[in-house]
């Protein structure tokens, strides 16, 4: 099994599309240069930040295969492998092509609202099917369920294989109960930019972000602070950052930060439907942000 560290800034990396909605892999390879220049310390594939519901299984394959390649071994990529079929997801972690991965990220089912008992069996089913580690993913906000503080200890425990959780649930009780009862090495990652920075205070190891992939200069700067101890600058890029990310899901993801990497020129802002592009409004409320944080970006 591969190792993988929770520290620092992972990025939940979207996927640009060209005006005809191929996808880009031309603006792929500038966001990966871009978010490797600006710090970051490992990729995430095939996220939700990625549109995952509108790819193909050949497009996520593709678009796996493109970023390990381009990626050279530079960073650890996590790989996405998600949803409510239970038997299925078992059976894709079997058959789907993972080498070069380093571990995979499991959102917990959406829509079927299993119970604790239920999110415990299947992601037990996961680990035993699983040949790389697995990030559990709380985000009741787009499932309708959460994972409760008690279901990650006991999967922490009884299964090796799962080594963190990716936690958005916004419910600090929640997260800091888990840092308190986590057995030894078991991390926990932010799924939320803008509580990153209080989560780490109470002992989390990174975060899985959006913004990171927009501004990760700034973004990892608050990061790298915190886990060096320098809580006074991240508090300072922690404030700086907040009102950009709020913009950036104003309405909603991935619209924004797509806005922000088309004003950096990295990419274009199209998305999938039922997704829409950022208004016009949005797109000049995130050049006002941006201008405020002091980076590079051309105004279009």
Partial sequence: MTDFSPYGVGVALITPFNAHLSVDFDGLGRLLEHCIEGGVNYFVVNGTTAENPTLTLEEK????????????????VVFGIGGNNTAALCQELKEFDVEGVSAILSASPYYNKPTQEGIYQHYSA??????????????????????????????????????????????????????????????????????????????AEGVISVSGQGVPEVFCAMVDAMLEGDVATA?????????????????????????????????????????????????SEIEVALTRLGVEFTAN
């Avoid at 394959?61 to 650890?76: C, S």
């Avoid at 709380?138 to 009884?158: F, H, Q, W, Y």
């Fill in 126 to 203: 996961l680990a035993q099917s699983s040949t790389l580690p697995i990030i559990l993913y709380n985000v009741p906000g787009r499932t309708s369920s959460n994972i409760s503080a008690e279901t990650t200890v006991r999967l922490a425990k009884d299964h090796s294989n799962i080594v963190a959780i990716k936690e958005a649930s916004g419910n600090l009780d929640q997260i800091t109960e888990i840092i308190l009862n986590r057995p030894e090495g078991f991390g926990v990652i932010s799924g939320d930019d803008n509580l990153t920075y209080a989560m780490m205070g109470l002992g």
């Fill in 235 to 283: 508090r300072d890029n922690h404030l700086a950052l907040y009102e950009l990310t709020n913009l950036l899901f104003q309405e909603g993801n991935p619209a924004g930060i797509k806005s922000v990497l088309k004003h950096r020129e990295v990419c274009g802002a199209d998305v999938r439907l039922p997704l829409v592009q950022a208004t016009p409004e949005l797109h």
């Fill in 61 to 76: 394959q593709g678009i796996l295969d493109f970023v390990i390649e381009k990626n050279a071994g530079r960073l650890p």
